[in-house]
């Protein structure tokens, strides 16, 4: 990492300024053409090929009556699926982490995922549900989880490491429970609960796709608003609360957003797994900027997700392998890799 | 760090008064006392009670009576809950002592999760169906992830947070990669899911004999390293001081666990959190000595792991819970209970 800055400061007449990372500028505008960019290939991609020129014009609304069919009311939700959900799980990994603080504290490891599953597990094993009854429970297991963890956690306030631990105790019970779900399904419905369990963005419709745009578009600013506090926070809580960061309202209201962001993405996709981690991890290697780089992994969370499901519906033929499993195998590389990289470098 | 407020084992400081060490004895008998119980237990509680008397009759009259057969078809199943608990609880002891670790439990650790996905992997794409051909990749998968855990989680320098971040970690890639094989594969899912639970139900006599040498090998390993492990917790440069050979130590520790591990894993599928509750109730017990500590936890890690499994089979009855999800039920708020007693300056 070099020590010199190669940011500016932006100043307007009116004496405000704004300190501006060119470098983080120009590789957020890489992720987000990279996510659109996987997004016109996943939308083209599948049993019928569309070539991008004809989808792009599709979307500009000048199709024929076919292509408009298959784009607009087929792909396009899908991709809009994928592409908020990529970003909501970038978003709630990055937030996650820095409040933890540790590169580890993702909602995966701390047991978010695991409690969403519990709940979508409950409406399909028990009350055979129907997809939007399993996307409710979902969310509601997935709330529920992230109270229990934060109230579990809290003595005198939250502590991350303590958090963290408290949240790997959560996950182990949760995934006992799961487990045990598991064994009491027969065998077509574990086979539903296998494929919802590993995440998929097959068969997503628009009915998915406004509750989690409504959901993004209050929290993402809200979530930045917090951001200058969040920064000070890295730097320790006391130092922090020295700096005038009211420092338990601000973990409080971020751990709130970061649940409520992951528990909405796991009910929509399912528990797409190790996006939450890497996508803060690379953003972060790749902007080269201290801070917990929210907008970044934001974008390429959606970046990700998206790109993952395009190599999988390219490789392995349109709604074979969901995209949760080519995540998980190059999430967990990844993960491999991160623990020895940082472990060198005793950051974990 | 460990973080136990007295880590010197008082024992090898000076020879316990003997009243303390006939406590301890009589501590000791009255576990066993307990273990046979929670034995006797195992063998007449179920979908089927059996009186005292119908026990007594198929253990040692065995006339093929109903109650005959069905003490029959319990007493592998409690025969195997004996052996993979006093395994796992030997396991966990020992790790805690070797990573100086309260927090150190093989299920926790991943060292489980390894052995699972060795088994699943030997079973699934090389056809292995006996036990004793599986175990030995259960070995590999332990030892591999142990020694990764171990490696990923700071080596010496390791702390309570790291080793339990970079175990829970490669669990949860090793759990992706088995929810992967499962819906690759349909009779994969409906044979696994099961099996990843953690379950003593299909314990048969040859379940039993073909993992019992590799448990009382590790029984024994682990047994005989209490002595040097004691010098082991009190800190690198007293125990070379005291002319303990560290790195022997460590290794031979290393290969207890994974033996114990790897073989109950192997049997009975992954079993969490027996190796992390039992030495801490045992060590608040007996003081930090492991000579005592490692009989104490052979001794009631399988009273505990017997009591779940009789637990999960009276609460769900007529179907039953696994006793892998007993123990992390019961064994997951201990955890939390724990993390939340330390002080937070060594987390």
Known sequence: MKTRSRSRALRTPGGLSLRLDLRAVVVVGLFLATALAAGVALIGTGDAHIPAADVLRTLAGNGTAYQDFIVNELRLPRVLVGLLVGASLGLGGALFQAVSRNPLGSPDVLGLSQGSTAGALVVIVLMSGSATQVTAGALIGGLVTGLAIYLLAWKQGVHGYRMVLVGIGVSAIVTAVNGYLLTKADLVDAARAVVWMTGSLGGRDWDQVWPLLTLCAVLVPLVLAHARGLRMMEMGDDTAAALGVRVQRVRLVLMVCAVLLTAAATAAAGPVSFVALTAPQLARRLTRSPGPNLVPSLCMGAALLVTADWASQRAFGADQLPVGVVTGVLGGGYLLWLLVTERRAGRI | ?347
């Open chain 2, 1 to 347: 760090m460990l973080v136990d407020s007295s880590p010197v084992p008082r024992a090898e400081a000076a020879p316990a008064p003997p009243t303390r060490r006939a406590a301890r004895a009589l501590g000791l008998l009255l576990s066993v006392v307990m273990l046979v119980l929670a034995a006797l237990a195992s063998i007449a509680v179920g979908a089927k009670a059996l009186s005292p008397d119908q026990v007594w009759h198929g253990l040692f009259h065995d006339t093929g009576t109903y109650g005959d057969v069905v003490v029959d078809e319990r007493l592998w199943r409690t025969v195997l809950g004996l052996l993979a608990g006093a395994a796992l609880g030997l396991a966990g002891s020992v790790l805690q002592a070797l990573t100086r670790n309260p927090l150190a439990d093989p299920g926790l650790l991943g060292i489980n999760a390894g052995a699972s996905a060795a088994v699943v992997t030997a079973i699934t794409y090389f056809g292995v169906t006996s036990l004793t051909g599986y175990v030995w990749f259960a070995f590999l998968g332990a030892a591999a992830v142990g020694a990764l855990v171990w490696f990923l989680g700071g080596s010496r320098g390791a702390t309570p947070v790291r080793l339990a971040l970079a175990g829970t970690a490669i669990s949860a890639a090793l759990y992706g990669y088995l929810q992967a094989v499962m819906i690759i594969d349909d009779s994969a899912l409906g044979r696994m899911r099961f099996w990843t639970v953690g379950s003593l139900a299909s314990a048969t006599h040859s379940t039993v004999t073909q993992v019992l040498p590799f448990l009382a090998a590790g029984t024994l390993l682990a047994l005989a390293l209490a002595r040097p492990l004691n010098a082991v917790e009190m800190g690198d440069d007293t125990a070379r001081a005291l002319g303990a050979n560290l790195d022997r130590t460590r290794a031979l520790a290393m290969l207890a666990a994974t033996v114990l591990c790897g073989a109950a894993t192997a049997a009975c599928g992954p079993i969490m959190f027996v190796g992390l509750m039992v030495p801490h109730a045992v060590r608040s017990l007996t003081g930090p000595d492991l000579r005592w500590i490692l009989p104490y936890a052979a001794v009631l890690s399988p009273v505990l792991l017997l009591g779940a499994d009789v637990v999960g089979r009276i609460v769900a009855r007529p179907a039953e819970l696994q006793v892998g999800i007993v123990t992390a039920i019961l064994g997951g708020p201990v955890f939390i209970l724990l993390v939340r007693r330390r002080r937070t300056a060594q987390l």
